[in-house]
């Protein structure tokens, strides 16, 4: 189907920074730069910068992020580890793939972990927790870090959806990014996120250094590239220089894109406002801003609302309509999860990206409201 809008738009993104872009490829390629690099450095010191931590580390992707931040901060069998219903499956699976026990936690209205269900949750096995900051918005990390203190557990941002995102300190009175709370914050440079390279990527972000030197030697099956010690069985999951090059001009162009897709959510905000089926993703705190990754409104139509604006032109996900827990290889227990269940029929995301044009959410806009009668 040949949608009038489409959800992202790659090539427009790279027409935009195809002289820039292009450098750095003929940069890379002609001086054979390819693992571990400049450009690897140069990217991880920005990202450490722009989040506000004192070390990044490149990887493979927000999965590998994820798994080595479990690793490095020693959860394992026996463990429990706290993560929300509603996420992309990869936070799930890779406490499953450490050995330790997931523990499922609904969410709430702003499709976050619901901070209120949190500690009738931990048990004497609880070893961590993965707040997952979903769709450009943060958890509530000022309640999570002081429930953490409290049950002496450890806590890993999946931040994977909100590089750039805030929320306001009451300890150090300012206004602190996603992936800066928690031992780590990991991150995926996936093609379309926020921040999206040319195939996979991943990063941490810590303050921690014996993290940083963990996650450093276990991309490298585990080797100290300088000394040339196994330090364990690790991994193969460096992030590409080549890739690292095209991250670090995107990144500088992060905070504009940021701008521009918060202007098309006030559109979209002032266009539904009197839609009453319709619940948009604009919460009433203060203390944390959206960088609108996504933007997912909840319609209580459901498929009918989905596929009308398919059909019209408009693409559009559902992201997800079949909770992770439900499907059956995954093996997890499904202990009613009742805001999941609801947000999962409702859910849908409408195109949200930096490369839009004003006529493309204009007609976004006409066709929501037309399936509405308005
Ligand atoms: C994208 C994403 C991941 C995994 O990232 P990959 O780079 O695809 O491995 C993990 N968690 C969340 C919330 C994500 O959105």
Redesign the pocket.
């Known amino acids: 189907m040949q949608y009038k809008v489409r959800f992202v738009y790659p090539d427009r993104a790279y027409f935009n920074l195809k002289k820039e872009l292009d450098e750095a490829y003929f940069d890379v390629m002609s001086r054979g730069e390819l693992i571990d690099r400049e450009h690897l450095q140069r990217f991880e010191d920005n990202l450490a910068k722009f989040v506000g931590t004192k070390y990044a580390v490149g990887l493979n992707?927000?999965?590998?992020a994820?798994h080595i931040s479990l690793r490095a901060a020693g959860v394992g069998r026996g463990d429990e580890v706290i993560v929300p219903a509603h996420?992309?499956v990869?936070?799930c699976s890779a406490v499953v793939n450490v050995g330790a026990t997931p523990i499922l936690v609904d969410v709430g209205k702003d499709f976050n972990i619901d901070v209120n269900k949190i500690e009738s949750a931990i048990t004497k096995r609880t070893k961590a927790i993965i707040p997952?900051h979903?769709n450009g918005y943060m958890s509530d990390m000022v309640r999570i870090m002081q429930i953490a203190k409290n049950h002496n557990l450890i806590v890993i941002e999946?931040a994977?959806?909100s590089l750039g995102a805030t929320m306001f300190d009451d300890k150090s009175l300012t206004r602190k990014k996603a992936g800066a709370w928690g031992l780590t914050g990991?991150w995926?440079?996936?093609p379309f996120?926020i921040l999206g390279a040319y195939g996979?990527?991943?990063a941490i972000t810590t303050d921690d250094p014996e993290i940083a030197l963990f996650a450093k030697r276990m991309r490298f099956n585990g080797e100290d590239r300088k000394t040339g010690e196994y330090h364990g069985h690790g991994f193969t999951c460096l992030l590409d220089n080549l890739q690292a090059a095209f991250l670090n001009i995107k990144l500088k162009y992060l905070p504009k894109w940021i701008e521009k897709r918060r202007e098309i959510a006030e559109k979209y905000r002032n266009a539904f406002l009197d839609i009453k089926d319709l619940a948009l993703p604009h919460y009433d705190d203060p203390r944390r801003d959206h960088v609108y990754q996504n933007y997912v409104v909840r319609s209580k139509q459901g498929d009918e609302f989905s596929d009308y604006l398919k059909k019209n032109g408009v693409e559009v996900l559902v992201q997800f309509r079949k909770p992770y827990y439900k499907h059956e290889a995954l093996n997890l227990e499904d202990r009613g999860f009742p805001e999941t269940e609801a947000l999962s029929r409702e859910v849908c995301s409408l195109p949200m990206n930096p490369e839009l044009t004003d006529e493309e959410v204009d007609y976004v806009i006409n066709v929501v409201r037309s399936f509405y009668g308005k």
């Open positions: 992707s927000g999965y590998d994820l996420t992309f990869a936070t997952v979903l999946d994977c959806q990991c995926s440079f996936y996120k996979d990527g991943g």
